[in-house]
T-cell receptor, first 118, second 111 residues
Framework: SQTIHQWPATLVQPVGSPLSLECTVE??????LYWYRQAAGRGLQLLFY??????ISSEVPQNLSASRPQDRQFILSSKKLLLSDSGFYLC?????????????????FGNGTRLTVT | GEDVEQSLFLSVREGDSSVINCTYT??????LYWYKQEPGAGLQLLTY?????DMKQDQRLTVLLNKKDKHLSLRIADTQTGDSAIYFC???????????FGAGTRLAVHP
């Protein structure tokens, strides 16, 4: 079965410091990978998605970047954090192929990282 | 762009049924999903429905789809305190291989 790991679970960082959040997937190959952010009391905002190694699509202009150095590894980074970067960051994966017996191509989420920028 | 909307709050008594509603704008939707998020956790896929179906039942969960009105609902029978969570409706935007999420409905279950 497939599993997704995301760490750290919580992080407190000062403004201006760098950021690196990591996500890995096990039990599948060539997944689509996603980073979402959930601000307090709000819905999900798609930040980045990747359909393959080195292929990153950015959904919103921002202070963050993403990289996919290996097939099942997805990293979210920042060189200098802003207060507005605080939030709950979720990594997710989906199958590349869209098949009815899998219910299309649903997302499967990690447990999230709570980032507080002080 | 495509949009998904949900009411933000729902409060029900334990043992009653809960109905969480969602509307979407994508006329080419193929799959629609319901996710559950418990406090401090990621999102858990609860159920989904294919666009050529009107209803899907899975134990205490019933999903109804009105494709004409672009309206989706999730009914939870015999709601329990463990059902307290945020429920997200999501629409598969096939052209971009992405899910479009609603803002989430916070379900509070009280005795």
């Amino acid at each position: 079965s497939q599993t997704i790991h995301q760490w750290p679970a919580t992080l407190v960082q000062p403004v201006g410091s760098p950021l690196s959040l990591e996500c890995t997937v096990e039990g599948t190959s060539n997944p689509n990978l996603y980073w979402y952010r959930q601000a307090a009391g709000r819905g999900l905002q798609l930040l980045f998605y990747s359909v393959g190694i080195g292929q990153i699509s950015s959904e919103v202009p921002q202070n963050l970047s993403a990289s996919r150095p290996q097939d099942r590894q997805f990293i979210l980074s920042s060189k200098k954090l802003l207060l507005s970067d605080s939030g709950f960051y979720l990594c997710a994966w989906s199958w590349v192929s869209f098949t009815r017996d899998r219910g299309g191509s649903p997302l499967h989420f990690g447990n999230g990282t709570r980032l507080t920028v002080t | 762009g495509e949009d998904v909307e949900q009411s933000l709050f729902l409060s029900v008594r334990e043992g009653d049924s809960s109905v969480i509603n969602c509307t979407y704008t994508d006329s080419s939707s193929t799959y629609l999903y319901w996710y559950k998020q418990e406090p401090g956790a990621g999102l858990q896929l609860l159920t989904y429905i294919f666009s050529n179906m009107d209803m899907k039942q899975d134990q205490r969960l019933t999903v109804l789809l009105n494709k004409k009105d672009k309206h989706l609902s999730l009914r939870i029978a015999d709601t329990q305190t463990g059902d307290s969570a945020i429920y997200f409706c999501a629409d598969f935007s096939g052209g971009y291989n992405k899910l479009i999420f609603g803002a989430g409905t916070r379900l509070a279950v009280h005795p």
